[in-house]
């Protein structure tokens, strides 16, 4: 006779659709070099990094540094603060936290 349930019951909820494609377009927006060292950058610079020194810092001209940073900014990844001229970048490391738990296994 079979049975219609698990042998191990799952200790969380699946994913929804919603919340799958949410967290997708987050992990895609760190799939790419660059931005995984713009994101290291940051995470070991708590007082956030000025666009200048990122540029400068990663050996790519300013509107590839700019199109990386964009692209975090809109994942959420990444928060931009003006200061004065420049713009200075900052870690969200409360949604880089959760990308880390989502693939976390149940406890």
């Known amino acids: 006779m079979a049975s219609s349930h698990y042998c191990c019951a799952p200790d969380a909820a ?7 494609e949410a967290l997708a377009e987050r992990f895609r927006a760190i799939a790419d070099p660059v931005r995984l060292q713009i994101l290291n950058r940051l995470a070991s610079t708590p007082g956030g990094v000025c666009v200048c020194d990122l540029v400068d810092g990663l050996d790519r001209s300013q509107p590839t540094i700019s199109h990386h940073l964009k692209i975090l900014t809109g994942a959420a990844l990444v928060r931009r603060e003006q200061r004065g001229r420049w713009a200075w970048y900052h870690l969200e490391a409360d949604e880089l936290a959760r990308l880390q ?3 976390a296994p149940a406890r």
């Open 14 to 20: 699946p994913l929804s659709v919603a919340d799958a």
């Open 101 to 103: 738990a989502s693939l």
